[in-house]
């Protein structure tokens, strides 16, 4: 009995930790985003004298003074670098730090070298500048530590600097960035990660593999993705999956025979998930265990299993004997309490509440957090376990101290599970040194007020929603006084497995591969069990190093992205089958070339459809173009803009890229494009010709004037240096008319903008591009109320969909009202994309808006990312978004209502047709 407390204790922990996660992280903005992979390390993203993308510069440096900012004042690799500045004010003591975050998941147990070309001019004697790198647990603790040495970085001129990284098997991430000690101006540019590891003695070489061979690999796959993605296993994500696939291929190319396959796959993958069987009958030749102190756990994925811990897309192991939904219910309170004039004090906070369980392991909670000026959660509380559990009203306690650097108060409701749970009142309290007690009124949660409204004061979160919780006032039955109730309905519920449910999977070479996808397990004593997994036959060290070089990396990449399609992308297993993966294995088994191999892998995408649908190669540095504008224009290339001293000019006609038609040309780039129609298809070719490496370059043959000639265009142009005419981002173009770009601003700018969108009579917001603006600015544009647009993610259970449903992760955009008398344009053509063209849809659901321009792209929706072997990553359509009338604009092109197209002489001589007619719309009214 005592152990099955412990148990229920050690439970209630875990699950509180991860309440904590979403409150504490998912919901406040993030102030240090993690990426998939390092980005920007020449710094020629980016506008000159605006913010370097990808890196953050600290919060208090900026309020110091300090500046981290684009330049192109100096830089030894491209024509940008980053600049780092101190104010004029001579300080030796201030430390100012940029860096980029990076998950860790890739680098674990292996060495690197962080290098960077540094220019420093220190202000005074005693400043330098650092390189440093900080690697972080689980736990956000800092488990290594790499720093070039003090005073190192003196010197007023460019030199290479580096570090030297071991990252711990226990990482979780990476942090890295320069930092100026003190006061001067520093430049960076060319900054590398490489890999301090020489694996290629341990290179499988090109091979032409047998049918044997093909089919092993075949079924070896297929195991893999139902043991990786549908074993029930909190110790799964602890494993090196990568590792694991690698030496798995191999043991599959070695084996002689089927019984040779059979005897070394099944030893192979006993000790990853020791309840299954492999055999020929077909026959499930085990019992999975069941103990009085384990519960049944199976996995959920929601979306296409990401990289990202925090994105939409993800998996979780859940509790079947717990809340069979897909999110808790969380309620966020709208306002914050200011805190600055208690920082220092004791905080004390009574809350009287209660619950009505529908079973054995609901609770609720209320949580607190604290933040600074910068948005920073710097503390947190929460009501002590064993939470909020019983039926009768009680008083609960969170008490402690506010940081020093406080600024906000933020509260959050929460119950976990199934049931009721009802709050009465709350009372918040704090105490001075001198034992000074002070009593705030919370307004919150005076829900005896007749005049109180809960939307006023609190929000149910959108996930929440949409998992089946309410949220509303009414009585409470234990005290018959109104009460703030938080619920579950009945409604909503995922459709789970059976408690016994088996997959029985008929493999490639005949034999049966079976596995429980429900277990009972004591979660926390299998939390962090070892696994000792041989992987050594394929002669790979450890900590090898997968690489597109080796043979078994590319098949591992393949492999890898044929399970995340085939059981994760809506409809994919009906549109790949294991005989389009085995085409492809045969092909990059025979033949290397990572630009080989990026073809095959894309052949797997191209019956998704999918405008997002991408394979790529991880690159630092960024793409680099020809010095022109490309445009399709009545069936030719055109081009329509060039920088000075470039032999294409505006208005040549590219009859022929590298010697070949220029639409037969495009047509092959477009073989190997996933679109969901024929315009993004064209857009997408004429990219991949105009983008690429520096230096590379493409040969084309124009005609000018009625005669024909050859011409060569190296790609050493950066992101920016050629555009389009438009107006600068927000700009007064016409007498109370105001143009803003969405393309190049940001919500935080919008707001700085607002004065001048009230001001005016009609505005016009571009959306030709992918919008950095949120839309949360529909908000400021609407009357009284939004229709909103379902969000769907699918969620799966089972393999190949067989247990699926979807989930509606919609939210709520707050009504302002601010702007909802000014006549408002959108722009949009082909390139309107993503968050573009959701913005155009709520608005057109709305009718709060016109558009003019043309057709979109067809690729709204929200993305998932996943890293593939040998240094590849894939990202494709993790949500898709619909229409109130149920129509799916993510692979449906969104139509204007007024048409527009430009002239090749309009596109030569600057002139904006699409802003010209919005403009004569507004000042006419025709």
Known sequence: MRMFKLFKKLQMLKRIILIFIVFLIIIPKVSSQQLMIPYNFDFEIGAIGYDAPYWQGSSRAMEKGYIFVTTDSMSTNGKKSLLIASPD??????????????????????????????????????????????????????????YTPDKQIIKESWNNYFIDIEVPQNAVSISYGFAIKGSGVMFVDNVKLESMQNDAQFYAPPKKLSDLQVTNILSFAEIYGLMKYFYPSFYSQNLDWERILIEGIYQAETARSIEDFTKNIANFIAPICPISSLNSSGKADFSAPTEANSRPYTWLHSGIPSDYPTAVSNSKMINLAESQRSFAGIALMNKAIDVRDMQGQKYFVNIKSNIDKYDDFSFGNMLIRFENTSGEIIGSGSIDEPFVVDSEPAIYTIEGEVPSNAVYMKFAQNLYGEGSLYIDEISLKFRDKQNIEKTSVIEEFDVQDKNFRLDEHWSLLAASKSAGYQYHTGKNPATN?????????????LPLPNRNNIVKLQLANGLYFSVPTVLFIDS???????????????????????????????????????????????????????????????????????????????????????????????????????????????????????????????????????????????????????????????????????NGDYGSKVSFKIERNGKSSQIELARTCTAGEILEERPNRMELIQDSIVYCDMTRTNDNEIKEYLKYFEQSRAIIFDLRGESAVSEYLLGLLAKDSLISLPYILELNLLPQHKLSSKVDLSSTIKIINSLQDKKIIFLQDERTSGLSETILAIAKANNIAKSFGRSTSGAAGEIASARLSGGYYFIATAVNIYSPSGENITKNRIQPDHYIENSLQQYIDGYDAILQRAIEFVTFGN
């Open 89 to 146: 004010e001579k300080d030796t003591t201030y430390k100012a730090v940029i860096k980029q975050s990076i998950y860790a998941a890739p680098y674990l147990g292996k060495k690197y070298k962080f290098s960077a070309d540094v220019h420093f001019a220190p202000d005074i004697r005693e400043s330098f500048g650092i390189i440093w790198c900080n690697i972080r647990d689980a736990n956000d603790n800092i488990i290594a530590s790499f």
């Open 481 to 493: 006084a109104n009460s703030i109730i938080l619920e579950a309905t009945a409604e909503k519920k």
């Open 524 to 690: 926390v004593s299998n939390s962090q069990l070892p696994i000792d997994i041989d992987l050594s036959k394929s002669g790979k060290p450890i900590n090898f190093e997968a690489n597109s070089l080796d043979r078994h990396t590319r098949i591992a990449t393949a492999i890898e992205l044929w399970n995340l399609l085939f059981h994760f992308y809506p409809n994919a297993n009906n549109l790949l089958t294991i005989d389009s993966l085995s085409d492809i294995i045969k092909n990059i088994s025979a033949q290397g070339g990572d630009d080989f191999l990026t073809q095959q892998l894309g052949r797997m995408l191209i019956p998704l459809g999918d405008n997002h649908s991408i394979i790529e190669k991880v690159k630092s540095e960024s793409s680099y173009a020809i010095p022109a504008i490309l445009k399709w224009l009545d069936n030719s290339l055109y081009a329509v803009k060039s920088l000075p001293n470039s032999p294409l000019l505006a208005g040549d006609k590219i009859i022929e890229i590298d010697g070949t038609p220029t639409v037969k040309y495009l047509e092959k780039i477009e073989k190997s494009v996933s679109a969901s129609n024929s315009d993004w298809k064209r857009l997408t070719s004429i990219a991949k010709v105009a």
